[in-house]
C-alpha cells in the first residue's frame, strides 16, 4: 500500500499534465443584419485557453489570416450556401514555420481578426436570407522542437441576416503582360517561369491524347482509370495549355509567409506571387513554373480545382483514397505536369 502522500502526489502531478494540454476557442461577432454584402465584416478571436504558450501558424485558410480565402462555413435558414469567390492559395506550413509565420499566444492571450467578406462570398443564388456563420477551427501549431502538431479549437458560431446587394463585381483584368511590385530581376524570373510552365500544360496536353491508358504517371496522380474522371483531367489541361501565360498579370505584392501564391478563381489572368516563390527552383517539384500551372487550374474558366491536400505524399494517397477528389485538386495537376520523377 501507498504512504497517503505518495498518492497526493501522483494526483497532483496528474491534474498538472492533464492541465498543460493546450487549448483555443474561437468567438465570432458580426452585425445582426446587413443591407448588402458590402457591409458584411466579421471579427473573431482567437483566445489560449491551455496553459502552454502556443505560436500558431498563420495559415492563410484559417481565421489569423485576413485574407478573403474560405474562411468560414455558411448555411442559409433554408440550407442554401453562398458561392465562395475568395482567394486560392498554395501554402506551405514548414516553410511558414520556417519563417516565423506564425502568432504567439501566451495564456489567456486574445487576438481579433477582422475578416471583410463582401469579395468572398457571392450570396446571389443562395438569396437574402438569415445566415449562419462557422469558422473553420483546425490549427497547426509550431513545437519547441519545430513540429508540427494540429489543433482543433472550440468555437462558437454568429448569424446574420444578409439582404440587399449579394455580390459585388470585380474588374475585369486586362488581358496583357504586367507586373506590378515586382523588381526587374524578379519580372525576368517570371518570364522564364511561365515560359517553362506554357510548355508543361502543352506536354500534360499532348501526354494525355497520346497515352490514353492507364499509365503509371496517370494513375499516380489521379488514381484509377475512369472514363468520366480522365475526361475531366483531359479538359483541364486542354483549357490551361489554351492560355496565354505571357499575358497574365504577376504581382509581387505578397508577403504572407509560407504561401507560394494565389489567385481569386473568378479573376482569370491574374496571379499573386509570394515569399515562397522566390526562394523555389524554376522546374521540377513544387516549383515556380509548377505552381504558375497549379494556381491557373484553380481559375473557373479551366476547371476550377480546389487544395484538397498539398505535397507530393499527400496528393499521391489522395489519388489512391479518393481520385474523384484528386482529379479536382491543384498540386495533382502541378506534379503531374513536373513528373520528376519521371514516370511513363
Not at 488581358?175 to 517561369?193: D, N, Q, V
Not at 494565389?262 to 506571387?273: E, F, I
Amino acid at each position: 500500500m501507498f504512504p497517503k502522500a505518495t498518492l497526493v502526489a501522483a494526483a497532483l502531478a496528474f491534474a498538472s499534465t492533464v492541465a498543460a494540454a493546450p487549448g483555443l476557442r474561437i468567438s465570432v461577432s458580426a452585425p445582426a443584419s446587413v443591407n448588402g454584402v458590402q457591409d458584411l465584416k466579421l471579427s473573431t478571436t482567437l483566445t489560449n485557453t491551455g496553459d502552454e504558450i502556443l505560436r500558431v501558424l498563420n495559415d492563410p485558410e484559417s481565421i489569423l489570416d485576413d485574407l478573403d480565402t474560405d474562411t468560414f462555413s455558411i448555411t442559409s435558414s433554408s440550407g442554401s450556401h453562398p458561392s465562395f469567390t475568395g482567394a486560392v492559395t498554395k501554402y506551405s506550413p514548414e516553410a511558414a514555420a520556417a519563417d516565423g509565420g506564425f502568432t504567439i499566444l501566451n495564456v489567456g492571450e486574445s487576438i481579433t481578426v477582422e475578416h471583410d467578406l463582401a469579395s468572398t462570398y457571392d450570396f446571389t443564388d443562395a438569396g437574402a436570407d438569415d445566415y449562419t456563420f462557422v469558422p473553420h477551427n483546425r490549427f497547426q501549431i509550431v513545437k519547441d522542437d519545430g513540429s508540427i502538431e494540429d489543433l482543433v479549437a472550440d468555437f462558437e458560431e454568429t448569424t446574420a441576416k444578409v439582404e440587399g446587394v449579394l455580390a459585388v463585381e470585380r474588374r475585369a483584368i486586362e488581358k496583357r503582360a504586367e507586373f506590378p511590385g515586382c523588381t526587374a530581376a524578379r519580372s525576368s524570373l517570371i518570364t522564364t517561369a511561365y515560359g517553362v510552365a506554357a510548355t508543361y500544360a502543352t506536354n500534360a496536353k499532348d501526354y494525355l491524347a497520346a497515352n490514353t491508358g492507364a499509365t503509371q504517371r496517370y494513375t499516380t496522380w489521379f488514381g484509377a482509370a475512369n472514363a468520366s474522371r480522365r475526361s475531366t483531367v483531359v479538359s483541364h489541361f486542354q483549357k490551361i495549355s489554351a492560355g496565354n501565360f505571357a499575358s497574365y498579370t504577376y504581382d509581387c505584392s505578397c508577403t504572407r509567409s509560407g504561401v507560394y501564391a494565389y489567385v481569386y478563381s473568378n479573376q482569370p489572368g491574374k496571379m499573386w506571387l509570394c515569399p515562397v516563390f522566390w526562394q523555389i527552383a524554376n522546374s521540377g517539384t513544387d516549383s515556380k513554373a509548377g505552381t504558375i500551372v497549379h494556381e491557373a487550374s484553380h481559375w473557373s474558366v479551366n476547371g476550377g480545382t480546389s487544395d484538397y491536400v498539398y505535397g507530393q505524399s499527400g496528393a499521391k494517397s489522395l489519388a489512391t483514397s479518393n481520385p474523384g477528389q484528386a482529379v479536382m485538386n491543384a498540386d495533382n495537376h502541378e506534379y503531374f505536369v513536373e513528373n520528376t520523377p519521371n514516370l511513363p
